[in-house]
């Protein structure tokens, strides 16, 4: 390793997200409910080089393996990245995540006429498209800027 590389320490158990569309690594952590709090070891690499997508984020949450629901958002936000399972300082899973075909609760709609931003007891359902997702209850759709839009606390 040379002088100029930066080095990151292998986490013992969790997940490792790599190849994360770049600048979109607070996003991830933001899908993942991590805020600082709960004594989580995290470490993010932001805008890194990457050989295949030219820069890219990584995050390393120790302690912790991903829901699906997780997965399918970072698929959103990601659909380059790979999760990879860490357990005892070995990778023992590693998966390209899959764009799901709709997601349910886990973005708002932009359309504030939506009924689902209504005081309505409906979950948010997005179709996923070619470039985006589109409500199923109005039809709006979002191209850009997907982790704007999570429904998450």
Do not use: W
């Not at 399972?85 to 939506?114: D, F, M, Q, T």
């Not at 007891?121 to 498209?129: E, G, L, N, T």
Request: glycine fraction near 10%.
């Amino acid at each position: 390793m040379s002088e100029h590389e930066l080095r990151v320490a292998k986490i013992r158990n969790g997940t490792v997200i790599d190849h994360v569309t770049a600048g979109q690594a607070l996003n991830v952590l933001a899908v993942l409910g991590i805020d600082g709090d709960g004594g989580l070891g995290v470490s993010i690499g932001m805008n890194v080089p990457s050989d295949k997508l030219g820069t890219k984020d990584v995050v390393k949450v120790e302690g912790r393996e991903l829901s699906q629901g997780e997965v399918d958002i970072i698929s959103l936000l990601a659909p380059e990245a790979t999760v990879n399972i860490v357990r005892e300082y070995e990778v023992v899973e590693k998966n390209r995540v899959e764009r799901p075909a709709r997601v349910v609760g886990l973005l708002s709609c932009p359309n504030h006429n939506c009924i689902t931003n209504a005081d309505e007891p409906v979950d948010s359902a997005f179709a996923v498209v070619d470039d985006g997702v589109r409500c199923e209850y109005c039809g709006e759709i979002v191209r850009e800027g997907i982790g704007d839009h999570l429904a998450v606390d």
